[in-house]
């Protein structure tokens, strides 16, 4: 009997204990945490349902009850279950007593899942009552888990406590922000109609150009937009950014900030949700470069080479009206160069995206305009190729974003000088001699002028450069080429610069050599040869100058005793009188570069595989060599 008075004792006290909350009266006191690291041990074990079902659990069996009070507006109270508790468990909350007013009902997940409550609704102060029930008819002994969480509204959750943010010159330390406990201080804003919560940010523009950045993580599930107000928490509105979406930021990039005026940046959740998400925020200021403005040029050096510059549009601002070339430009910046040749080119580099150009201004910043470049687009650079520079003049250079969109990008720019050449003028003409073999060097324009007036044969000429020879023979062939990205033409005058203008060459055109045999020349005569650009547009292409004559050196005989028909021909040719021993049968091209050894069938000469043109043929005897012309057709 005693044993059984010990098992009975023993269950009411075990009753006791595990039930000692099962009514409101006996509600347990739970202190807020801020996080759910430690949480509360609860149990159903010997409750029983102190009072009418609750709405969303008809059915349920039983309860027990906890209490706290509200330590701030946006609360979280979590109930977990073991997954093998096989307990269907919900939660109610009601305000101020046992009998208050039911703020929630929580009763949606199931069997071996706990529920939780998050809301930003709850009174500072006030008491709360947690009722814990078993959702099922049927009673269990299972254990439970309870959590009231707080989450402090931020420092800056009102406007008046804005976090003051001092802008950088990069993103690289960003500013942590959170929602966590922040509510809706004023009305939404206008973008963002349904908008539930906001945080606060004040700077002071140090810059006309900055840069607001607002970075959300992606798997945040955060659409997190900015409103930014002007001089103080009521100012104006200057705009109200909500495009991105969820799980992305938003940025707002713009020259038009007051330097010294402060700034007010409302970072707000789009949704009517609420949220703890953390997000991320940069102010960033563009400082203008150093030469934003024209009285502080950038000095360019003009090299031989293009050595370009690196430079940037950064914080640039447009410093007078933009040029008739690009009217949308939106910045621009300045350098300057003295021209040291009268031939230059000044070359601009871009960016992938950027549209770029420039002008040009002769001798200070508000001088003659004498080029305006903006011809090929965003993603492509500019040049100014002239020889019409002023030796010692001071020529300004203002690079332009020709966009209405202002951009940081980055570019480069080089100016080149070409000198002209040691032969640019008549008197300094240089010396070539008569060959058999076209041998000449390679030479250019470079920064060519033209000399005299325009040749008879290319009115538009805009270069010369100038060579001269003495003739060896009455017969010589001129050859000026391969002239590759030019049109290159020649002027052969008699005896001196100023002699007689004896032939005038320009047949060729763009890409292609220009060649011309002349009868006319006196032996010992000195003859001028003018090499012309026959373009408008100005070159530095090379080419090749020489003056030849196959025949020189191989003739050694006046009267041939051989005797060539037909010429021209197309497959044979024959040759008289070559009963006559021959050595030896020589076909030369028209540079009098060798072909071929020649073979007689009888007296034909066999000249199928020749290709159309001039060539010369050397017949060689014991003690003789003779040269002839052939054409072959």
Not at 72 to 77: A, G, L, P, R, Y
Not at 551 to 570: D, I, M, R, W
Request: a negative charge.
């Amino acid at each position: 009997m005693k044993h059984i008075y010990s098992l009975l004792i023993c269950c009411f006290f075990s009753i006791a204990i595990y039930s000692q909350n099962d009514l409101c009266d006996n509600a347990i006191t739970v202190t807020p945490t801020l996080t759910c690291i430690s949480q509360i041990a609860g149990t159903f074990n010997g409750a029983t349902i102190s009072s009418a079902a609750p709405s969303c659990a008809p059915n349920s069996s039983q309860d027990v009850w906890y209490k706290f009070v509200a330590t701030d507006k946006t609360m979280n109270i979590s109930v977990g279950i073991a997954s093998n508790s096989f307990v269907n468990i919900g939660l109610e909350i009601l305000q101020n007593n046992c009998t208050g007013t039911s703020i929630a009902c929580v009763n949606l997940s199931g069997i071996n899942l706990g529920e939780n409550y998050f809301n930003n609704d709850f009174i500072i102060g006030e008491t709360y009552y947690l009722r814990v029930f078993n959702v099922s008819s049927g009673l269990s002994a299972a254990n439970f888990t309870l959590c009231t969480q707080t989450f402090p509204a931020p420092a800056n959750d009102e406007c008046a406590t804005a976090t003051t943010v001092t802008p950088t010159l990069n993103c690289v330390s960003l500013i942590q922000g959170a929602f966590s406990g922040a509510t809706i201080s004023s009305a939404a804003p206008s973008c963002a109609p349904n908008s539930s919560q906001d945080v606060w940010y004040q700077f002071v523009a140090t810059d006309v150009t900055m840069s607001i950045a607002l970075g959300v993580a992606p798997n945040s599930f955060l659409n997190a937009g900015m409103e930014v107000l002007q001089n103080n928490c009521n100012g104006t509105s200057i705009l109200c950014l909500n495009a991105s979406g969820v799980n992305i930021g938003e940025t707002y990039f713009n020259n038009d900030f007051i330097i010294g005026e402060t700034y007010y940046v409302r970072v707000f959740n789009v949704s009517s949700g609420f949220t703890t998400a953390n997000f991320t925020l940069c102010v960033q200021k563009f400082p203008p470069p150093a030469n934003d403005e024209c009285i502080n040029a950038t000095t360019l050096t003009p090299s031989i080479n293009c050595l370009p510059i690196n430079a940037t549009y950064s914080g640039a601002t447009i410093g007078s009206a933009p040029p008739n070339c690009a009217p949308n430009s939106s910045q621009d910046v300045w350098f300057k160069f003295i021209a040291t040749d009268a031939t230059m080119n000044i070359t601009l580099g871009p960016t992938s995206t950027l549209d770029i150009g420039f002008e040009v201004l002769q001798n200070n910043c508000t001088g003659t305009s004498i080029a305006c470049v903006n011809a090929l687009g965003a993603g492509f650079g500019e040049n100014y190729f002239s020889n019409e520079f002023i030796v010692g003049e001071t020529y300004y250079v203002r690079v332009l974003n020709a966009s209405t969109g202002f951009t940081t990008a980055n570019y480069f720019i080089c100016v080149q000088k070409y000198q002209s050449p040691a032969n640019d003028l008549c008197a300094n003409a240089i010396q070539i001699t008569e060959n058999n073999l076209c041998n000449g060097t390679l030479v250019t324009m470079g920064g060519a002028l033209r000399e005299n007036t325009l040749p008879s044969c290319a009115l538009n000429a805009s270069q010369d450069v100038w060579y001269k020879f003495t003739a060896l023979t009455t017969a010589a062939t001129i050859y000026v080429g391969p002239d590759l990205g030019i049109d290159n033409g020649f002027e052969i005058y008699d005896g001196s610069c100023t002699g007689t203008a004896m032939h005038c060459v320009n047949q060729g055109g763009f890409n292609t050599s220009e060649s011309n045999s002349f009868i006319d020349f006196v032996i010992g005569n000195t003859y001028y040869i003018r090499v012309f650009n026959a373009s408008a547009t100005i070159s530095t292409s090379t080419f090749t100058v020489c003056v030849y004559d196959p025949t020189l050196g191989l003739s050694e005989v006046q009267n041939y005793s051989f005797k060539v028909y037909p010429n021209p021909a197309f497959d044979f040719v024959t040759i008289l009188n070559a009963t006559e021993t021959i050595q030896s049968i020589q076909i030369y091209n028209q540079l009098g570069q060798f072909i071929k050894n020649g073979t007689l069938i009888g007296d034909q000469l066999d000249i199928r595989d020749l290709q159309t043109g001039l060539y010369y043929i050397k017949i060689s005897k014991a003690d003789t060599s003779e040269i002839t012309k052939l054409i072959k057709r």
